[in-house]
């Protein structure tokens, strides 16, 4: 193997080892309602309720998955009795950074 190849061959294996590292190549499992569930721990049945209906809306592709994935990251590490509020107000506050219509209201 001559010098190029080699080194066309190095560039490659670190252009992959980095993108991976970003995050660009993502194999997460989907967000789904038993995922909200399990991990953001609702207490009523207006959370239970609010989650449902996100999950549906992310299964249409009415509302972006990274959006809901990025609230739900934030909101996971946090206190199990204030998650879902947590995800509730990220999410609005990243639906409407961009400028993605969302009008369901978590009610108590």
Do not use: H
């Amino acid at each position: 193997m001559d010098r190029r190849r080699f080194l066309l061959k190095g560039f490659q294996l670190l252009a992959g080892a980095l993108a991976v590292s970003a995050g660009t190549l993502v194999a997460a499992e989907p967000i789904s309602y038993d995922r909200l569930m399990t991990t953001l721990y609702p207490k009523t049945e207006g959370e239970k309720k609010y989650l449902k209906e996100v999950a549906a809306l992310v299964k249409a592709r009415k509302l972006p998955e990274k959006l809901v994935y990025a609230a739900w990251r934030s909101a996971e590490s946090k206190q199990k009795n204030k998650r879902v509020r947590i995800f509730a107000e990220t999410l609005a506050i990243l639906c409407k950074r961009s400028d993605v219509p969302f009008k369901v209201k978590l009610t108590v």
